[in-house]
């Protein structure tokens, strides 16, 4: 099983803030010749009491002066995933996870391109303070 990106926690308690609770880490999704571990599968339940599910792939770009290769291998292994829940007919949304700083100094317009024309959904976080700052959802 792949160890989690360092941020990891960060991102659970940010979720957990916004009323999220992280029901498993790693999620296993697994087909003939490959299985995959996504990091988190996380539940929510609304005012109407309807219980909502998603699960998360946490990256946390750890050395914010070289980020290319952590991008186009984050990008990558999110359509994978994608690719893998629907061949799978597992139909739970997954998001990209993010740092702020990274977001806001690596996805410049041609990424946010990228992310629309791709179908990302992406939550990006405030790690110093286990916030969401946005949620990107390809249905908007």
């Known amino acids: 099983m792949p160890a989690f990106d360092q941020c990891h926690d960060q991102v659970v308690r940010a979720l ?4 999220w609770r992280l029901e498993a880490a790693p999620y296993r999704v697994f087909t003939k010749y490959r299985s995959i571990y996504i990091d988190a599968e996380f539940t929510h339940q609304d005012d109407n009491h309807l219980q909502h599910i998603i699960l998360v792939e946490v990256k946390c ?12 291998n984050a990008i990558g292994q999110y359509l994978v995933y994608r690719d893998m829940l629907i061949e799978t007919e597992t139909a739970l949304p997954l998001y990209l996870t993010v740092p702020y700083t990274i977001f806001e ?22 790690l110093e303070q286990e916030e969401i700052v ?4 390809s249905s908007t």
Request: charge should be negative; glycine fraction near 2%; aromatic fraction near 10%.
């Open 61 to 72: 770009f750890p050395d914010e002066n070289s980020t290319t290769t952590d991008l186009y």
């Open 16 to 19: 957990e803030k916004e009323g």
């Open 105 to 126: 100094k690596v996805f410049d317009a041609a990424i946010q391109r990228v992310i629309k024309d791709n179908r990302i959904d992406v939550i990006v976080i405030d």
């Open 134 to 137: 946005q949620w990107i959802e």
